[in-house]
């Protein structure tokens, strides 16, 4: 590995968990869903984490090092929480989109941090992209969420 790329490398791997943990978030809310309606924001959230998981493995490779291939611990107590909250109460719509909200949160915070680190000018690129998609996810779900918990 070149030196001087440990930082970056380090970084990047944080987004691909931050991403992973994403994923599967939206993966487990698609499977969980009654509406239809939501199902297709959910399973198409997943495949732009996933994607996105899968430039930032890229970059890590082309620095030469080894990239995340998970999410991260704080990602599977959350899954393992919502679980064991939905056996109790069952899975609702709003209660999957308070999560997925939670994990769009914490990738907005590792996106933050990740753009206040010194990163190649191509890979900041990619990384203002992604954080970007992340924001909008994010406030698509958050509107989702008001606009169902007003009507309960």
């Known amino acids: 590995m070149p030196a001087g790329n440990e930082e970056t490398i380090a970084t990047l791997n944080?987004?691909?968990?931050?991403?992973?943990?994403?994923?599967?978030?939206?993966?487990?809310?698609?499977?969980h869903l009654e509406s239809a309606d939501l199902h297709?924001?959910?399973?198409?959230?997943?495949?732009?984490?996933?994607?996105?998981?899968?430039?930032l493995q890229a970059q890590v490779v082309a620095l030469g090092g080894e990239?995340?291939?998970?999410?991260s611990a704080t990602g599977a107590l959350q899954r393992g929480w919502l679980a064991a909250r939905?056996?109790?109460?069952?899975?609702?719509?709003?209660?999957?989109?308070?999560?997925?909200?939670?994990?769009?949160d914490n990738a907005t915070v590792c996106?933050?941090?990740?753009?206040?680190?010194?990163?190649?000018?191509?890979?900041?690129?990619?990384?203002?992209?992604?954080?970007?998609?992340?924001t909008l996810s994010r406030n698509q779900i958050m509107d989702l969420h008001d606009r169902l918990r007003a009507q309960i």
């Open 67 to 71: 990239p995340e291939t998970s999410g």
């Open 14 to 31: 944080t987004l691909i968990e931050c991403c992973k943990d994403s994923e599967f978030s939206f993966r487990a809310g698609a499977e």
């Open 111 to 134: 996106y933050r941090m990740a753009l206040e680190q010194p990163l190649p000018a191509p890979i900041k690129e990619l990384v203002v992209h992604q954080a970007r998609d992340v």
């Open 40 to 55: 297709p924001l959910f399973v198409g959230r997943a495949e732009d984490c996933r994607r996105a998981a899968e430039e």
């Open 86 to 104: 939905a056996g109790i109460a069952g899975y609702s719509e709003l209660g999957l989109l308070d999560e997925c909200a939670r994990s769009e």
